[in-house]
């Protein structure tokens, strides 16, 4: 079992910035793919962000491709997701999942653990 915990959601005025964090626990996370995703009200949840194993290689949905960076600390058992340049349309509540694969990659089924999320609130 893997126990995913989100933080450093808020409420950001567009053009700002927001670092979430998602801290996991159970599991050897060095031997996890890790992903961000989504979900706006009346929305089905999307990808956003995927990074595999080692941490070189990343993926990203077109919509935040050169605004967000996802990163992780294997040391600390921790991903990353860098948000910039927010937009009233990033407004969602974002969740971080693992796949056991330690793959970057966008599909929703190959992820077994996911957390409970953070909500994220941009203004116009």
């Known amino acids: 079992q893997v126990q995913l915990v989100e933080s450093g959601g808020g409420l950001v005025q567009a053009g700002g910035s927001l670092r979430l964090s998602c801290a996991a626990s159970g599991r050897t996370f060095s031997n996890l793919g890790m992903g961000w995703f989504r979900q706006a009200p009346g929305k089905e949840r999307e990808f956003v962000a995927a990074i595999g194993r080692s941490g070189e290689n990343t993926v990203y949905a077109d919509s935040v491709k050169g605004r967000f960076t996802i990163s992780r600390d294997n040391a600390k058992n921790t991903v990353f997701l860098q948000m910039n340049i927010l937009k009233p349309e990033d407004t969602a509540v974002y969740t971080c999942?693992?796949?056991?694969?330690?793959?970057?990659?966008?599909?929703?089924?190959?992820?077994?653990?996911w957390g409970q999320g953070t909500q994220v609130t941009v203004s116009s």
């Open positions: 999942a693992a796949n056991e694969y330690g793959l970057e990659v966008r599909a929703r089924t190959y992820y077994k653990y």
